[in-house]
């Protein structure tokens, strides 16, 4: 009775043997009764370290220090330890906030068919050393092991089955004064445990000295006095404090030459372009003092540099006092720019969805807010850009000055350049030859592919596409233009097909379609461009796949009508 009703509680341990019928379904230990039927909570499903097993307590016995332990572990029949592992087991008491633990091993382990018994002695005395006025509640359990896994369950006991009669000396490392006493019980979710406990009369009159002592007029005095300064404490180290004394005082402090203040994705890593730039001064050994900003942990930084964690003081003091700020996503926006500092804006990628005040979220601010947004983006002296898409992007919907943009690239792609130049050089890559009659400037047949990205459509910026989600989950639509940004090619799937993304252009000037799969593919030209544009397939069965020709009949059809281009 007492299984069934610690079942009943708790739905998601297995109290009792289980058998699995031939149709699959799963009882208690007694055969096909509909009430023992407990198909339902998938023990079946579940592998032997994810179950959670009933261990009851059948004897506690204490003579001294020494303390007599005994159980049953129960085991369903479909799963378990593996035979032919080194089965193991050991006794586990943690404190109740789950600090410290102390363990022993069990010495008898009986496994047999339903489940496993187990039988341990150990000295409590020895075992459990507690400082005394603050762990003072222990939680047993057991663990078991088979050299693969392990299965970790809670002691089950009755509420008669410990009493005042098995107690046990203690000896905490403050003292006996602490207490001296282990008195074993049961708790409320009938798992058993250890209380330290004060018997004798030193151990009682220490105790009822530190109750006083913290619960007398002047004790709450000093605690309600602590916790105005802990409140005091927390708005020094609030934001809007921090910005208030950021923009009256700190602003007032004088440049110090030479200092940097890099920044990477808002501190969360050591990468991008400012790690680009900051390992090119450091090749070139300009005197700079390079100071790097690190979120939460810093593993993965620099150890020769100084670190500031994003938002304290020193990161607010190294802002105000340097003579560059240099990051790829942007620095907060509520802390102003000093004068005389120069602020470099990296960023991190192109512009293929709404960004800055193209966006919905910020189209739907008050006038203030887009303003703070407006001062914050007034803060940038150069803005590194690639191409014309990112003027189109980028700057329009920032709303950046002309002046403001510098035509250099992304400083992370150097080390790329470098590197094929390299490999040109040493005969590993072909040498780029460019083509007399080409109106494309670029001189490779190169390509930019990209998937649609979010939850449903993304238009682009200026560039006038449009992203539709794909319509079936085994497949994805893919979009390949020239490099120039003149030549498109869209991948379009015939409604006949059983599988693929269906995928629809809004105009075409070449229509082909090929003879060997239900693929069709539309271009569509914004001006004269005579490069041969890259063919990149992505199919549900296979990765990517560039090649450098169209498919069949893509190069001798040019019927269809043209768009004009903008």
Known sequence: MLTAAYALRRRGVVAAPLSVQDDGRVYWQGGPDPVLDVTELGHQYRPFDELTLMNRVTRYEAHGSRVLLAGRLVLPSHTGPAPDGRLTARLEFRVRDGSRAFHAPVDSLRPDATGISWSTGLDVTRLLRPFGPRDTVWDARMVVEDGRTRSVSDLFAA?????????????????????????????????LALRLEARHRPARTARGLVHYATHFRPARRVRLALRALGRRRDRLHARGFKVAVYRSWLLRLPKRRGSVVFESHMGTCYGDS??????????????????????????????????????????LWALA????????????????????????QTWHGSAYKRMGFDETRVRLQNTPQRERLQQAVHR????????????????????????TLLRTGYPRNDVLLAARARDEAEGRLPVRRSRPNSACPTTARSCCTRRPSGAGRARANGNGCCWTRRASRNAS???????????????????????????TSRATTTSVRSSRSPTSWSRTTRRSCSTMPSW???????????????????????????????
Do not use: M
């Open 321 to 344: 006092r340097a003579e560059y700020w240099v990051d790829n996503q942007g620095f907060p926006q509520n802390l102003d720019k000093p004068s005389g500092t120069t602020y470099l």
């Open 274 to 315: 400012p790690r680009a730039v900051h390992e090119e001064v450091r090749a070139r050994g300009l005197r700079l003092r390079p100071v790097w900003v690190h979120a939460d942990s810093t593993e993965g930084f620099p150890t020769d540099v100084r670190l500031v964690r994003r938002w304290s003081w020193r990161y």
């Open 159 to 191: 509420h008669d089955l410990v009493g005042p009669g098995e107690r046990s000396p203690a000896r905490p490392r403050l003292g006996r004064t602490t207490g001296d006493t282990w008195q074993p019980y049961v708790t409320l979710r009938d798992h």
């Open 477 to 503: 639509a893919t979009r390949t233009h020239c490099w120039c940004g003149r030549t498109t090619w869209r991948r379009r799937v015939c409604p006949r097909a059983r599988r693929g993304p269906s995928w």
């Open 380 to 403: 940038f002296d150069h803005f590194l850009v690639r191409s014309e898409h990112d003027e189109r992007t980028l700057a329009r919907a920032y709303r950046l000055p002309e002046r």
């Open 536 to 566: 990149t397939v992505r199919s549900s069965s296979s990765p990517l796949i560039s090649t450098p020709t169209p498919p069949s009949g893509a190069a001798t059809s040019t019927s269809g009508r043209r768009r004009r281009g903008r």
